[in-house]
Structures are given as structure tokens and as C-alpha cells.
């Protein structure tokens, strides 16, 4: 293998039946799917499990809602496992953002009132370590972590931040921006010894992470199995450890409200909870055709494939050195540099997207960071080397183009 070669498996997992791992998703052909880290997939054995559980739920719901909460409990129980912690520690949750809303709510100020954040942080949970800030009369503190910061440099970074008026330690465990690890385990450590809460947001980590928990010393984590569990929308864990948690209330208060931590999230009035008891099913699905293990080698293989076939593409159009260098890097996830003049905010991200989505029928992740625009490649087992190669092919010009009338 040459230098410039990268390693990846030479052919896309298959069903048991010799399908295609494609065949087993819904998504439109007439797109090209480049971005399961955003909003996932869902298998269709979880779509059809969903829409059995709604079809039993509408055919009779005064039947359904009481016997919910007990439902649910047993689903926690299977996603506990999953997760590899304690199903009396979890609650489940629509998103990564309403967990961290559900500890926002509730945290008391005990200390100075600052809040310590990454320049990494995922923008909507940041916004409500900003709100929370301001109800208790303090302030954020942003810890500012270089993209390439190795585990040392990261940690350092943070740590320089929290102090005795830290009450609350915000931390992303795989940041969605910049597609890295944040040492949160070291972070959580040194947040305890301060007398600090700790919050790690794990969206991305169930299903990304064999055991995303192991290890880390935290008041507060969240993470969404709607991601790369390919779970139903709306399904995501909060889990919570020590004293702390018996504060922690779901944001609608329900006839469930008198009831321990966690069973109080169990019920929720009216919700339609079918993504929460149908996650399970997802979580099996990949476990039963391919294995999480071979599934997350299969993934990160393809991204390194596709980081280096789009980042050569990039290369040879601009003369530029398209590599991102990223420390922490996590499996499945890699950064490729745009050109200059694409992506240089979130916002201007966030429109390359939609135009990409409408010009060019493809579903990819802009990211910025630092002024500097990236494409964000995640890849799960439905995606092929050919997927990342008809980017390079195809859409790698038009970007170019782009990016020259944007310095016009």
C-alpha cells in the first residue's frame, strides 16, 4: 500500500441475505446520504415496529396511556444495557439538548455562578449554559480548545477555566462541529475536585462509542440513540449519578411528578413515546446482522476512505492542503477542509447544506470552526467507498466553483 492509499473494506456489509446494507433503509435514491451524524437513519424493522406501536396505540389509547410508563421502564432497562449502566440512573428523553434543558432547569447556583464551556460546544446546549448563567447572575466561561489539541493540551485548556466559582462544567464527549473527543474523563475529574457539577453532552456517542460511560466521572450525561443507533427520531438517554439526580424533573410536569428519579420521565401525559420502545429494535438490528464491533471498524474505515478521496479531490482543484488536522479523532467522523470562501461561519455552513441538498442532490454536514469552513463526513453501514467517490468526482468541482465566485 502506498503512501497515499488508505484502507477500507473492500466491499459494503450486506444482509444476511446477501443485500445490500442499503436495502434495509428507506432512503431516497435519488439522493446520495452523506450525513448520518446529523439525523441518523432508521432501519425499516424500527420504522415497522413504530408504526405497530402507533397502530396500538390509536386502535385503543385509553388502554395505552396507563400501561405506558410501565412500557417504557422495561425499554430503559434495554437501553441501559446498551449503554452498559445502571437502568435505575436513566431517563429517557426526546433529544441531547432537552437532557441538558432538564439539568439547566433545575441546577441551583452553589458556588460563584460561572459555567465553563468549549469553543467546541454544540451551539443549542451552549445557548442554555448562557440562559442558566444569566438567571443566576453569573457568567460562561469558554474554554478555547485549538482543533488539533492532543488529550494534554485539551485538558489543560479546560482546566485552566474552572476555578472556585465554577458551579457547572459543560463538556462535549465527541463534539459536532469538529468531529473530536474532548477528554472528559480527566475534565470530570478535575470539575469534582473544584466542587463543580459536570454535564457531558454525548449526542453522538451511543452507538459511535462501545461504552461511551465507562470510565468518566460526571454528575449529568446525555446522548442520543436517534444518531448512529439509528434509533427512531426523538430518542435519546439523560443518565445521572450521585444526589444530584433526585432534582431532575422532565421539562412538562405529568401525574408522575411525585414519583423517584427516573420513573418520573416514565409518564408524560399524551407524548407518543413509540420512538422510545421501538429504539430497542433498532439497536438489535445492527447487533444481529453485522455486529456494533464490526460495524464501527466497517464505518471508520469508509471515513478515512472518504477523507482522503474528497481531501485529494479538494487538493488537486485548489493547490490548498485539504487535511484537517484533528486531535482526538473518534471513529466514523472525519473533517475535510473547504476552500477558502465556503462555510466560514455556521451560518454560511448551514446554507452550503441547503444548496448542496438542492443543486446537487446530496445529504453532507458543513461544519466551522475558527472562521475556516470543514466538510464533516460521518458514514454508517448503508454508505459505500463509491457514495464518497461520487462526491469527489462530482461535487468537488461545483464546490470549487462556488468557493471562486464567493472571493469574486
Known amino acids: 500500500m502506498s503512501e497515499t492509499e488508505v484502507a477500507v473494506a473492500p466491499h459494503p456489509l450486506l444482509l444476511a441475505d446477501g443485500a445490500p446494507a442499503a436495502d434495509a433503509w428507506s432512503l431516497d ?35 395505552w396511556f396507563p400501561e405506558l410508563p410501565e412500557r417504557i421502564a422495561a425499554t430503559r432497562v434495554e437501553l441501559a444495557g446498551f449503554l452498559q449502566v445502571d437502568a435505575g440512573d436513566l431517563a429517557l428523553v426526546p433529544n441531547a439538548s432537552a437532557g441538558a434543558s432538564v439539568v439547566y432547569n433545575v441546577l441551583p447556583r452553589r458556588g460563584g455562578g460561572e459555567i465553563v464551556v468549549t469553543d467546541h460546544g454544540y451551539g443549542a446546549v451552549t445557548m442554555g449554559a448562557e440562559r442558566l448563567a444569566r438567571r443566576w447572575g453569573g457568567r460562561v466561561r469558554t474554554a478555547r ?49 473544584q466542587g463543580a457539577a459536570m454535564l457531558v453532552d454525548g449526542a453522538h456517542a451511543p452507538g459511535l462509542l462501545a461504552a461511551p460511560l465507562d470510565g468518566a466521572t460526571y454528575d449529568f450525561w446525555t446522548g442520543n440513540f436517534h ?62 446482522t453485522w455486529g456494533w464491533a464490526a460495524a464501527r471498524r466497517y464505518m471508520d474505515g469508509l471515513a478515512d476512505h472518504a477523507a482522503h478521496v474528497i481531501g485529494a479531490a479538494f487538493t488537486r482543484l485548489t493547490g490548498d492542503d485539504s487535511r484537517a488536522d484533528v486531535g482526538m479523532p473518534v471513529p466514523g467522523m472525519r473533517l475535510v477542509r473547504l476552500p477558502e470562501g465556503l462555510g466560514r461561519s455556521r451560518i454560511e455552513a448551514d446554507a452550503l447544506r441547503d444548496r448542496v441538498a438542492r443543486e446537487l442532490a446530496v445529504e453532507a454536514a458543513f461544519t466551522s470552526f475558527g472562521g475556516i469552513g470543514y466538510l464533516r463526513v460521518s458514514a454508517h453501514v448503508y454508505n459505500t467507498p463509491a457514495d464518497y467517490e461520487y462526491f469527489a468526482e462530482k461535487c468537488v468541482p461545483v464546490l470549487g466553483n462556488w468557493a471562486r465566485q464567493s472571493r469574486c
Open 227 to 288: 444518531k448512529w443507533g439509528c434509533a427512531p427520531r426523538g430518542t435519546a438517554a439523560l443518565v445521572a449519578r450521585g444526589p444530584q439526580r433526585d432534582l431532575l424533573y422532565p421539562l412538562i410536569d405529568s401525574w408522575g411528578a411525585e414519583d423517584p428519579y427516573p420513573d418520573r420521565f416514565d409518564q408524560q401525559g399524551t407524548l407518543d413515546a413509540t420512538s422510545y420502545l421501538a429504539a430497542p429494535t433498532s439497536l438489535d438490528f445492527v447487533e444481529r
Open 145 to 193: 480548545v485549538p482543533l488539533g489539541a492532543d488529550e494534554d493540551e485539551a485538558y489543560q485548556a479546560v482546566a485552566a477555566e474552572i476555578g472556585p466559582a465554577t458551579d457547572l462544567v459543560v463538556i462535549d464527549q465527541i463534539t459536532s462541529a469538529t468531529a473530536r473527543r474532548l477528554p472528559v474523563e480527566r475534565i470530570g475529574a478535575e470539575a469534582r475536585r
Open 29 to 63: 435514491p435519488a439522493l446520495t446520504h452523506l450525513n448520518h451524524g446529523s439525523f441518523g437513519a432508521v432501519p425499516l424493522v424500527a420504522q415497522e415496529r413504530q408504526a405497530q406501536l402507533r397502530a396500538e396505540m390509536e386502535r385503543a389509547p385509553v388502554v
